[in-house]
């Protein structure tokens, strides 16, 4: 296809003046002849700066795949200012989860295991938006409540004393 049918969606009617402006007009077989070289110089290019983008992208590519059962992130930052994934703003998250791959949808989309407050959102995603979970029993951090006064304070308790000092 054409450069200028690509753009407009309609042939070139009348490609005359294709040279620099001042030059005289040229008429029959050269503007032909002009007109073909014109075009292909343009297609050339074109596939040219198409690699070059190409290159580019598959820079940013990952070859990820999941496997059912496996776990994963979601990645929600693309809905900014919905109060659907808690604070909204600066502070929302960017990634929920993990969850649980039910099945594989397609090549490119996963079903997800989404808990039951987040029964509005369609449980399929592309793989775009899924970020692999790596098991990792230390980080998950243990929150107890906190017990408060009836003046509000708060007294802490040392757990574990790691050293002693010789005095001060």
Known sequence: MAPYKALYGRNCRTPLHWDDFGERAVLGLEIVTQTVSHIAKIRERMLTAQSRQ???????????EFEVRDHVFLKVSPWKGMMRFGKKGKLSLRYIGPFEILDRVGTQAYGVALPQKLSEVHNVFHIS???????????LILHEPMQWTP?????????KILAMGSGC
């Open 129 to 139: 938006m899924l970020r692999n979970y790596i098991a990792n029993p230390p980080h």
């Open 151 to 159: 003046d509000l304070s708060n007294e802490d308790i040392p757990v």
């Open 54 to 64: 190409k290159s580019y992208v598959d820079e940013q590519r990952r070859g990820l």
